[in-house]
């Protein structure tokens, strides 16, 4: 599986595969199938693939069930990643533009002579 790969072209792809092996008389146990594709899972699946490998039997777990269990865990996991995405997005906005006064010091300079302001200065 590619590393950016969606779970539906990858079981396509492994369908594709296992249907081109069978015309030429290659038969597979459903245990051999679910083994193959949680193999070849990348990395991203590590967390499911060690769940299902620990909790169900790999031998008798439906094959038709892995293909929902992939699905919903991807849509899951995208749906956190967008939520995140838009959050660390909020917090990078620009903070909103503020109004920065000149100080004068409480000193009225309008009524100073030169030599007073030069002092200030």
């Given at each position: 599986?590619?590393?950016n790969?969606?779970i539906v ?22 245990g ?6 949680l193999r ?7 967390s499911?693939?060690m ?6 039997d790999?031998?008798?777990y ?11 865990y ?7 990643k ?6 660390k ?16 010091n409480?000193?009225?300079s ?9 002092l200030m200065?």
């Amino acid at each position: 599986m590619k590393q950016n790969e969606l779970i539906v072209y990858m079981i396509t792809h492994f369908t594709d595969i296992i249907n081109g092996l069978k015309d030429f008389d290659r038969k597979f146990t459903n245990g051999e199938l679910v083994s193959k594709i949680l193999r070849s899972l990348s990395e991203y699946w590590n967390s499911l693939r060690m769940l299902i490998e620990n909790t169900k039997d790999v031998n008798t777990y439906p094959l038709e069930e892995l293909y929902r269990t992939l699905m919903a865990y991807e849509l899951n996991n995208t749906e956190i990643k967008e939520k995140t995405r838009k959050i660390k997005e909020e917090m990078k906005e620009p903070p909103k533009r503020q109004i920065a006064l000149k100080s004068t010091n409480g000193v009225d300079s309008s009524n100073m002579n030169m030599s007073d302001k030069e002092l200030m200065i």
